[in-house]
């Protein structure tokens, strides 16, 4: 634990990092519980984490987030990882030692089944197969939460096929990997759809997906948070289907974070939720 009457410092490394709103939730609850402290953006180039990574000491910071598209290397690239983050094979949360090295763990899976369970009471993992579109950081976190919720089937589909398989050996058991130009036809007898991919979010393009095969009762989740209701969900929700934007992920995936670096295990509030949609707005 940290102390929390000593000034600490956090951020969030991602490329392009102008899309996250991770700054304003984090400076919300630094802010409430007065603790001494400052969460920055830090836009890292792909092939320039290790160098941002091993700087994060010498500058003081207690540790940082990691997002798109740096989750999988960071995995590597610290100097230890907690037994989830090695089944995930990525990080999004590492932690300074006091003596200067890199302790990572995963809490996105996390953030991802509390969200439902939080938003959606009813949902239950194994009430059928599952489409998860994307094979990065976030979908290796989203495909194994699944897994240990039981889901019978996961259909998985990434731009790049080999991916996909990679992530579908690594994990086994009912994942069954599709041809990005099968993703339409996947979604017949789903009951989750899950999006993964940067697609949808604000500054890039649209997920292309019909969803004419989609039973109407599916729910359908986009980790996209910016804009509030993707491409993606607004289709969705036009024709019936239940909806999950990523931002109540957002929110509890963040918490283990704070307590992490900050000493607290922070509260999610109405207040601080509406903070989060009006800086997306």
């Known amino acids: 634990m940290s102390d929390p009457k000593s000034f600490r410092a956090a951020g969030v490394i991602g490329w392009p990092i102008v899309q996250s709103r991770s700054p304003v939730l984090h400076t919300w609850w630094l802010k409430k519980y007065r603790i001494p402290g400052a ?13 941002a990574l091993r700087g994060l000491s010498a500058l003081g910071f207690a540790g940082c987030n990691v997002t798109i598209p740096h989750k999988e290397e960071a995995a590597r690239l610290v100097d230890r990882t907690d037994a989830l983050a090695r089944r995930v094979g990525a990080v999004n949360l590492i932690v ?45 976190s989203v495909v194994l939460s699944l897994l240990d919720e039981g889901a019978p089937e996961i259909r998985l589909a990434n731009r790049a096929r080999d991916r996909a398989e990679h992530l579908a050996a ?32 604000t500054g890039q393009p649209a997920l292309e997906l019909r969803l004419d095969d989609l039973p109407r009762a599916a729910l359908v989740c986009d980790l996209v948070y910016n804009p509030l209701e993707s491409p993606l969900l607004a289709a969705a929700r036009g024709r019936g289907n ?40």
């Open 242 to 281: 239940p909806t999950e934007n990523g931002l109540t992920m957002l929110l509890y995936q963040a918490r283990p974070s704070f307590e992490a670096w900050f000493g607290v295990m922070p509260d999610i509030t109405p207040e601080q939720r509406a903070a989060v949609e009006a800086a997306i707005r």
């Open 39 to 51: 969460y920055v953006p830090m836009a890292v180039q792909p092939g320039r984490l290790e160098a």
């Open 96 to 140: 300074v030692q006091p003596d200067g090295s890199l302790s990572g763990s995963n809490t996105d899976g996390y953030g991802f089944i509390q969200s439902l369970r939080h938003d959606r009471p009813e949902w239950r993992g194994d009430a059928g197969p599952a489409v998860v579109l994307g094979a990065g950081g976030g979908a290796r």
């Open 170 to 201: 690594e994990f086994g058991g009912p994942v069954r990997v599709l041809d990005w130009s099968e993703r339409e036809s996947a979604l017949a007898g789903a009951a989750l759809l899950v999006n993964t991919t940067s697609l949808g979010t």
